[in-house]
């Protein structure tokens, strides 16, 4: 398992941009799958992105196709989300969680550790 950090959250306006980052210690964060989850007000925690442990293979929910993009830096322990084009809808708690055991990546149950999430406010 991994500690996991998530910053760069904060308000964005209507079509803007943000990065979150996401920075693991005390594990092999090299050895995880990585994924992104969201949970807006009064709403389920939601799937959003995922990397595997190398970077060759990324998903993601068909809400942020096209707008976001994932990627990690093994060699800094780091995970990002790029988010671009923001739409109220985005609105949420951004949570990195990392993933050692086999498993569909777009389960939360099937990750292991879970940052403790930063808040994305897009207002128009």
């Known amino acids: 398992q991994v500690q996991l950090v998530e910053s760069g959250g904060g308000l964005v306006q209507v079509g803007g941009f943000l990065r979150l980052s996401c920075s693991a210690s005390?594990?092999?964060?090299?050895?995880?799958?990585m994924g992104w989850f969201r949970r807006a007000p009064g709403a389920e925690r939601e799937f959003v992105a995922s990397?595997?442990?190398?970077?060759?293979?990324?998903n993601y929910s068909d809400s942020v196709r096209g707008r976001f993009g994932i990627s990690r830096d093994n060699a800094k322990n780091t995970l990002y989300l790029q988010m671009h084009l923001l739409k109220p809808e985005d609105t949420a708690v951004y949570y990195c969680?990392?993933?050692?055991?086999?498993?569909?990546?777009?389960?939360?149950?099937?990750?292991?550790?879970w940052g403790q999430g930063t808040q994305v406010t897009v207002f128009s």
């Open positions: 005390g594990g092999t964060f090299s050895n995880a799958d």
């Open positions: 990397i595997t442990w190398k970077g060759f293979t990324v």
């Open positions: 969680a990392a993933k050692f055991r086999p498993g569909d990546q777009y389960v939360d149950s099937n990750y292991d550790s």
